[in-house]
C-alpha cells in the first residue's frame, strides 16, 4: 500500500510558476513509476507527466512539454511537479499517482494508487 498526499497548488498569474509536491508513504517508493495527472472541470482526467523508478527517464504530455518538469526524490519518498510559464487552460486539480509497471504510461488504469489532488488556478 502506498498513500499519496500533495501539496503545493495555489493561485497564480498566468506566466508564473508553481511548484507541486507529493509525498509518498511506504518503504518501496522508489520501485513505483510515479505520474501526474489533472483533471479541468467539466473535463476528464489526463495525463501530465510520468517518471522511472530511478528518476532517469521522463514522459510529458504535449501541452507542458517544455513548461514541466517532474522530478523525484526517493530518499525522502516525494515527487515533484515544477510548472513554469503557467497558462489560464493549466488550471486543474493536481493529482499524484504510482504504477507497479515498468513503462512510463498515460493511461490512468495503468496506476493503482492516487492522491486526494490539490488546486491549481491561473488567472489571466
Known amino acids: 500500500q502506498v498513500q499519496l498526499v500533495e501539496s503545493g497548488g495555489g493561485v497564480v498569474q498566468a506566466g508564473g510558476s508553481l511548484r507541486l509536491s507529493c509525498a509518498a508513504s511506504?518503504?518501496?517508493?522508489?520501485?513505483?513509476?510515479m505520474g501526474w495527472f489533472r483533471q479541468a472541470p467539466g473535463k476528464e482526467r489526463e495525463f501530465a507527466a510520468a517518471i522511472s523508478w530511478s528518476g532517469v527517464s521522463t514522459n510529458y504530455a504535449d501541452s507542458v512539454k517544455g513548461r514541466f518538469t517532474i522530478s523525484r526524490d526517493n530518499a525522502k519518498n516525494t515527487v515533484f511537479l515544477l510548472m513554469n510559464s503557467l497558462k489560464p487552460e493549466d488550471t486543474a486539480v493536481y493529482y499524484c499517482?504510482?504504477?507497479?509497471?515498468?513503462?512510463?504510461?498515460?493511461?490512468?488504469?495503468?496506476?493503482?494508487?492516487w492522491g486526494q489532488g490539490t488546486q491549481v488556478t491561473v488567472s489571466s
Open positions: 511506504g518503504r518501496t517508493f522508489s520501485s513505483y513509476v
Open positions: 499517482a504510482a504504477s507497479v509497471r515498468r513503462q512510463l504510461g498515460r493511461g490512468i488504469s495503468e496506476y493503482v494508487y
